[in-house]
């Protein structure tokens, strides 16, 4: 099992920035990949890409945020954060941190419980 744990979440005006961080614990020797994902716009149940990390520094950001997310993981400490300047009232969602196998740990799938972040135009 794995643990995740969100925090930085808050309200910020447009054009600002707020910085998440996700700190994990347990088996991490499973995990290959960890990264965020925000709720879908206008879908409670779906999960769409912000950002990932693999072990070996593979760095996936979706279009909406390039340039404007920046996504960093600490090894030593186990937790992986995610900057985010320049922020629109479309980024307003609830963020995950999430954490994902590979190869014979393919099937593990950890999920934080989420962080909401509000951007006010």
């Known amino acids: 099992q794995v643990q995740l744990v969100e925090s930085g979440g808050g309200l910020v005006q447009a054009g600002g920035s707020l910085r998440l961080s996700c700190a994990a614990s347990?088996?991490?020797?499973?995990?290959?990949?960890m990264g965020w994902y925000r709720q879908a716009a206008g879908k409670q149940y779906e999960h769409e890409l912000v950002?990932?990390?693999?072990?070996?520094?593979?760095?996936t950001y979706a279009d909406s945020v390039k340039g404007r997310f920046t996504i960093s993981r600490d090894n030593a400490k186990n937790t992986v954060s995610l900057e985010m300047n320049k922020l629109e009232s479309e980024d307003t969602r609830v963020y995950f941190c999430r954490a994902r196998g590979d190869g014979i740990y393919s099937s593990l799938d950890y999920w934080g419980k989420g962080t909401l972040v509000t951007v006010s135009s």
């Open positions: 950002a990932e990390i693999t072990n070996g520094g593979r760095i």
């Open positions: 347990g088996n991490l020797f499973t995990i290959n990949r």
